[in-house]
């Protein structure tokens, strides 16, 4: 009798059926309504077995309506949706902090640095700005992740103690091999004056380098305040025995000390001053470094000696080998010259230009670069480099 009616028809007649019955319990005895019950309990049954055929029937309907190509393509969907919900999304890259050394190639090569990093590995990357000293604390704390320059024998007793407790390690030569002396002079000066041969000829040379400031001494322009070389510098004067012949200054940048150097050079005057190489002044001025002693083997220009060669290397900080292992495999293969260094300063000055477009400069006229990168990085570089 049922097999005709709509299911909303057959939900409602059960709701009818279920009051009666409970009418019935309500105002009968528990013997007349036995009988009424189980006559309800088939009917309900009955219906319960109608509704079933009911859902069959309208799912056959429904798969008859739908082609076959629309189940294909929600097939393929499905898979899809399955695909892209156990691909995990991968985490944010975690910024990458660079030492910000404040001196020409130290911050040539961290923009350098920065923008591969930043535009070929897809890190955010920041930089803390500071000198030598300063900057140890913050790569052995971790407040900083890479350092690309590091000065041996500068550095020497805080590096070797950094390193004997794990709190950095090297990655990669940064330059080559270079000079530095706290006792250079203009070549003019020696060609005029042929008796100044090495420091220990500065006291019968002193009254060259006297100014209205040097208190009556021969003025040394040393290196700035918080790079290693002030105190090492401070050291040879006195173990020279020169502490009474010297007056050393500290410049409060690297542009006062070029700016010291190249006016003395541009008036043809005498001075005296600490410098290295490879920079621009250096490649391009004609200059002397007054000889010193050899340091006996594990000794340092602190007592007494000249400074050997310096090795300048890459360090980072033992976290980043977890979080950016790709960015320590490009800096394992870092390869800047010295003669890179002299091009870019020299394209600097030429172009009055920053940093950061000397940077630039480099990675789109250089291809040296390429060596260091993965094949992927490369790729997103051009990209970048030619939206500039």
Not at 125 to 132: K, N, R, S, Y
Not at 223 to 251: F, R
């Amino acid at each position: 009798m049922f097999n005709s009616l709509k299911p909303k028809t057959l939900v409602a007649m059960f709701a009818i059926i279920a009051v009666l019955l409970i009418a019935s319990l309500a105002c009968g005895s528990t013997a007349t309504a036995v009988p009424q019950i189980k006559e309800v309990i088939k009917e309900v049954e009955v219906i319960k077995e109608v509704i079933k055929e009911v859902e069959v029937i309208k799912e056959v309907e429904v798969i008859k309506v739908v082609p076959k190509e629309v189940i294909k393509e929600v097939e393929v969907i499905k898979e899809v949706i399955k695909e892209v919900l156990a691909t995990p999304v991968p985490a944010a890259k975690e910024t990458i902090v660079f030492s910000d050394l404040n001196w020409s190639s130290a911050e040539l090569q961290t923009r350098i640095a920065q923008y591969i990093v930043e535009h070929g590995y897809g890190y955010p990357v920041d930089a803390i700005f500071g000198d030598t000293i300063s900057l140890q604390v913050g790569l052995a704390n971790g407040d900083t992740q890479v350092t690309m320059e590091i000065w041996l024998p500068n550095q020497q007793v805080w590096w070797d103690k950094q390193l004997k407790v794990g709190a950095v390690i090297p990655v990669g030569k940064s330059l080559d091999d270079n000079w530095q002396s706290a006792f250079v002079v203009p070549t003019y000066v020696v060609e005029a004056n042929p008796g100044l041969v090495s420091v220990s000829d500065l006291p019968e040379y002193m009254d060259l380098f006297v100014t209205p400031e040097s208190n009556g001494k021969a003025l040394l322009v040393s290196c700035l305040a918080g790079w290693a070389c002030e105190k090492l510098n401070e050291s040879q004067v006195i173990e020279y025995g020169l502490a009474d012949v010297i007056e050393l200054q500290t410049p409060g940048s690297m542009a006062a000390l070029d700016a010291h150097i190249t006016g003395a050079y541009e008036k043809g005057e005498p001075a005296l001053f600490y410098y290295w190489g490879p920079t621009k002044i250096a490649a391009e001025l004609d200059l002397t470094v007054l000889e010193e002693p050899v340091c006996a083997a594990g000794a340092g220009p602190e007592s007494g000696c000249a400074y050997p060669l310096a090795r300048v290397l890459i360090a980072v900080h033992p976290s980043l080998i977890q979080r950016a292992p790709d960015v320590v495999e490009m800096l394992r293969k870092w390869n800047y010259t010295a003669a890179a260094q002299v091009a870019a300063e020299g394209w600097m000055s030429d172009n009055e230009a920053t940093s950061e477009e000397a940077a630039i400069n480099f990675l789109k006229t250089q291809d040296v670069w390429q060596e260091w990168v993965s094949d992927d990085a490369a790729a997103l570089l051009a990209t970048a480099l030619a939206a500039e």
